[in-house]
Protein backbone atom coordinates (compact mmCIF):
# COMPACT_ATOMS: atom_id res chain seq x y z
CA UNK A 1 0.00 0.00 0.00
CA UNK A 2 1.29 3.31 -0.92
CA UNK A 3 0.82 5.91 1.65
CA UNK A 4 1.20 10.03 0.75
CA UNK A 5 1.18 13.08 3.33
CA UNK A 6 2.16 16.35 3.34
CA UNK A 7 4.58 18.29 5.76
CA UNK A 8 4.31 21.48 7.22
CA UNK A 9 5.28 23.78 9.97
CA UNK A 10 3.16 23.03 12.88
CA UNK A 11 0.10 24.91 13.59
CA UNK A 12 -1.41 25.94 17.07
CA UNK A 13 -4.51 24.55 16.39
CA UNK A 14 -3.48 20.99 15.95
CA UNK A 15 -1.44 20.33 19.16
CA UNK A 16 -3.63 18.83 20.90
CA UNK A 17 -2.88 15.68 18.37
CA UNK A 18 0.65 16.41 18.81
CA UNK A 19 0.21 15.58 22.53
CA UNK A 20 -1.71 13.09 22.03
CA UNK A 21 1.06 11.04 19.39
CA UNK A 22 3.48 11.85 21.36
CA UNK A 23 1.63 10.24 24.55
CA UNK A 24 1.23 6.99 22.50
CA UNK A 25 4.34 6.55 21.29
CA UNK A 26 6.04 7.44 24.85
CA UNK A 27 3.74 6.84 27.35
CA UNK A 28 1.24 8.95 29.28
CA UNK A 29 2.28 12.25 30.90
CA UNK A 30 5.32 12.57 28.03
CA UNK A 31 3.47 15.85 26.64
CA UNK A 32 0.57 18.03 27.58
CA UNK A 33 -0.75 21.40 26.17
CA UNK A 34 1.14 23.50 28.32
CA UNK A 35 4.52 21.34 27.41
CA UNK A 36 4.14 21.92 23.65
CA UNK A 37 2.61 25.25 23.44
CA UNK A 38 6.21 26.21 25.24
CA UNK A 39 7.91 24.09 22.51
CA UNK A 40 5.94 25.89 19.72
CA UNK A 41 6.44 29.22 21.30
CA UNK A 42 10.08 28.75 21.29
CA UNK A 43 9.91 29.37 17.74
CA UNK A 44 12.37 26.72 16.58
CA UNK A 45 12.03 24.16 13.85
CA UNK A 46 8.93 22.41 14.58
CA UNK A 47 7.14 20.26 11.54
CA UNK A 48 4.05 17.81 11.40
CA UNK A 49 2.69 15.76 8.92
CA UNK A 50 -0.72 14.40 7.75
CA UNK A 51 -1.84 11.62 5.90
CA UNK A 52 -4.27 11.41 3.13
CA UNK A 53 -7.72 11.92 6.08
CA UNK A 54 -5.95 14.88 7.40
CA UNK A 55 -4.93 12.78 10.54
CA UNK A 56 -1.90 13.82 12.33
CA UNK A 57 0.41 10.95 11.53
CA UNK A 58 4.17 12.60 12.79
CA UNK A 59 6.30 15.08 13.86
CA UNK A 60 9.72 16.13 14.90
CA UNK A 61 10.08 19.07 17.05
CA UNK A 62 13.06 21.43 18.59
CA UNK A 63 14.39 23.85 20.65
CA UNK A 64 16.74 26.71 20.51
CA UNK A 65 18.63 26.97 23.28
CA UNK A 66 21.67 28.21 25.28
CA UNK A 67 24.24 25.87 25.36
CA UNK A 68 24.17 25.41 29.09
CA UNK A 69 20.35 24.74 28.92
CA UNK A 70 20.22 22.04 26.60
CA UNK A 71 22.93 20.13 28.74
CA UNK A 72 20.78 20.42 31.45
CA UNK A 73 18.25 18.72 29.59
CA UNK A 74 20.41 16.35 28.82
CA UNK A 75 21.79 15.86 32.15
CA UNK A 76 25.32 16.82 30.99
CA UNK A 77 27.63 18.50 33.28
CA UNK A 78 28.30 22.03 32.43
CA UNK A 79 31.05 22.65 29.56
CA UNK A 80 30.52 19.31 28.21
CA UNK A 81 31.62 20.24 24.93
CA UNK A 82 34.54 22.11 26.74
CA UNK A 83 36.09 24.78 24.25
CA UNK A 84 33.84 24.31 21.71
CA UNK A 85 30.84 25.88 22.86
CA UNK A 86 30.33 29.13 25.25
CA UNK A 87 27.35 28.22 27.50
CA UNK A 88 25.28 31.05 26.15
CA UNK A 89 25.94 30.02 22.65
CA UNK A 90 22.66 28.95 21.13
CA UNK A 91 22.11 25.81 19.90
CA UNK A 92 19.45 23.20 18.29
CA UNK A 93 18.13 20.58 20.65
CA UNK A 94 16.37 18.12 18.88
CA UNK A 95 13.61 17.61 21.07
CA UNK A 96 11.11 14.84 20.15
CA UNK A 97 9.45 12.96 17.46
CA UNK A 98 7.46 10.27 16.66
CA UNK A 99 5.55 8.45 13.73
CA UNK A 100 1.81 6.95 13.65
CA UNK A 101 2.39 2.84 13.62
CA UNK A 102 0.98 2.70 9.77
CA UNK A 103 3.49 5.29 8.85
CA UNK A 104 6.58 4.05 10.19
CA UNK A 105 9.58 2.26 7.89
CA UNK A 106 8.81 4.91 5.09
CA UNK A 107 11.02 7.45 5.61
CA UNK A 108 8.57 9.93 6.99
CA UNK A 109 11.05 10.53 10.51
CA UNK A 110 13.72 11.05 8.07
CA UNK A 111 11.86 13.92 6.40
CA UNK A 112 10.37 15.65 9.32
CA UNK A 113 14.34 15.69 10.59
CA UNK A 114 15.98 16.65 7.35
CA UNK A 115 13.55 19.55 7.43
CA UNK A 116 13.94 20.66 11.24
CA UNK A 117 17.81 20.57 10.79
CA UNK A 118 17.87 22.52 7.43
CA UNK A 119 15.98 25.43 9.06
CA UNK A 120 18.36 25.35 11.80
CA UNK A 121 21.14 25.66 9.15
CA UNK A 122 19.55 28.61 7.69
CA UNK A 123 18.62 29.97 11.01
CA UNK A 124 22.81 30.24 11.07
CA UNK A 125 22.80 27.67 14.57
CA UNK A 126 25.84 25.98 14.93
CA UNK A 127 25.07 23.06 16.59
CA UNK A 128 22.39 20.30 16.98
CA UNK A 129 22.74 17.98 19.95
CA UNK A 130 19.69 15.50 20.91
CA UNK A 131 19.08 12.90 23.96
CA UNK A 132 17.94 9.56 21.70
CA UNK A 133 16.09 7.21 23.46
CA UNK A 134 17.00 3.44 24.20
CA UNK A 135 15.02 1.10 24.58
CA UNK A 136 17.05 -2.23 26.06
CA UNK A 137 19.95 -2.20 23.01
CA UNK A 138 18.09 -0.57 20.15
CA UNK A 139 18.05 3.00 20.05
CA UNK A 140 15.10 4.08 17.27
CA UNK A 141 16.59 6.95 16.02
CA UNK A 142 20.36 5.80 15.43
CA UNK A 143 20.17 5.25 11.66
CA UNK A 144 18.43 8.71 11.30
CA UNK A 145 21.09 10.52 13.58
CA UNK A 146 24.07 8.39 11.50
CA UNK A 147 22.51 9.04 8.52
CA UNK A 148 22.77 13.25 8.96
CA UNK A 149 26.39 13.19 10.67
CA UNK A 150 25.60 12.39 13.96
CA UNK A 151 28.30 11.50 16.56
CA UNK A 152 27.42 9.40 20.11
CA UNK A 153 28.38 11.96 23.03
CA UNK A 154 27.60 9.73 25.76
CA UNK A 155 25.13 7.46 27.66
CA UNK A 156 23.01 8.64 29.99
CA UNK A 157 21.60 6.29 32.19
CA UNK A 158 17.70 7.00 33.12
CA UNK A 159 17.36 10.13 31.98
CA UNK A 160 14.32 10.82 31.84
CA UNK A 161 13.39 9.11 35.56
CA UNK A 162 12.63 12.18 37.38
CA UNK A 163 10.06 13.30 35.41
CA UNK A 164 7.33 12.18 37.78
CA UNK A 165 4.48 13.56 35.62
CA UNK A 166 5.27 10.50 32.78
CA UNK A 167 4.77 6.66 32.57
CA UNK A 168 7.03 5.18 30.09
CA UNK A 169 5.20 3.09 27.50
CA UNK A 170 8.16 0.03 27.92
CA UNK A 171 8.68 0.52 31.74
CA UNK A 172 5.39 0.84 32.43
CA UNK A 173 6.21 3.34 35.59
CA UNK A 174 8.89 5.56 35.71
CA UNK A 175 11.10 5.96 32.92
CA UNK A 176 14.27 3.79 33.69
CA UNK A 177 15.39 3.91 30.12
CA UNK A 178 18.67 5.43 28.85
CA UNK A 179 19.34 8.59 26.57
CA UNK A 180 21.60 8.50 23.94
CA UNK A 181 23.73 11.64 23.10
CA UNK A 182 24.07 12.80 20.01
CA UNK A 183 25.27 16.10 18.45
CA UNK A 184 26.96 17.44 15.10
CA UNK A 185 28.18 20.74 14.39
CA UNK A 186 26.07 22.03 11.39
CA UNK A 187 28.15 23.16 8.25
CA UNK A 188 31.00 21.65 9.08
CA UNK A 189 31.80 24.78 11.28
CA UNK A 190 34.14 23.64 14.35
CA UNK A 191 34.63 19.04 13.37
C1 LIG B 1 11.85 6.21 15.58
C2 LIG B 1 10.76 6.62 14.60
C3 LIG B 1 10.48 8.13 14.77
C4 LIG B 1 11.28 6.35 13.17
O1 LIG B 1 10.25 6.73 12.26
P1 LIG B 1 10.17 6.13 10.77
O2 LIG B 1 9.34 7.07 9.94
O3 LIG B 1 9.75 4.73 10.84
O4 LIG B 1 11.68 6.23 10.32
P2 LIG B 1 12.20 6.15 8.85
O5 LIG B 1 11.25 5.37 7.98
O6 LIG B 1 12.55 7.54 8.38
O7 LIG B 1 13.47 5.25 9.06
C5 LIG B 1 14.71 5.79 9.33
C6 LIG B 1 15.68 4.68 9.70
O8 LIG B 1 15.50 4.31 11.07
C7 LIG B 1 15.35 2.90 11.19
N1 LIG B 1 14.43 2.60 12.31
C8 LIG B 1 13.15 3.00 12.40
N2 LIG B 1 12.63 2.54 13.58
C9 LIG B 1 13.61 1.83 14.21
C10 LIG B 1 13.68 1.12 15.45
N3 LIG B 1 12.62 1.03 16.26
N4 LIG B 1 14.86 0.53 15.79
C11 LIG B 1 15.94 0.61 14.96
N5 LIG B 1 15.92 1.28 13.76
C12 LIG B 1 14.77 1.88 13.40
C13 LIG B 1 14.79 2.47 9.85
O9 LIG B 1 15.06 1.12 9.58
C14 LIG B 1 15.50 3.42 8.89
O10 LIG B 1 16.78 2.95 8.58
P3 LIG B 1 17.18 2.73 7.03
O11 LIG B 1 17.22 4.11 6.44
O12 LIG B 1 18.49 2.06 7.10
O13 LIG B 1 16.07 1.92 6.47
C15 LIG B 1 9.45 5.81 14.79
O14 LIG B 1 9.75 4.44 14.74
C16 LIG B 1 8.73 6.12 16.10
O15 LIG B 1 7.85 6.99 16.16
N6 LIG B 1 9.10 5.38 17.18
C17 LIG B 1 8.50 5.59 18.51
C18 LIG B 1 8.94 6.90 19.14
C19 LIG B 1 10.45 7.08 19.12
O16 LIG B 1 11.23 6.18 19.35
N7 LIG B 1 10.84 8.34 18.83
C20 LIG B 1 12.23 8.76 18.85
C21 LIG B 1 12.67 9.07 20.24
S1 LIG B 1 14.33 9.67 20.32
Redesign the pocket.
Known amino acids: MTHTWSVQRCDTARLADVVALGNL??GDGYFDLPKIKDILNNGAPFYTAYGETGDLIGYCCSLYLPMREAERHMKLPENAFAGRLEPETPVCFMKS???AEE????????RLFASCLADAVTDGLRFACSS??KIGD?V?????FQ?HGFVVHSEIPMLWFDDKDYTCVVCKGSCRCSGVIYYKFLNGKDD
Open positions: AFMAIYKGKGLADAWSPMRRIS
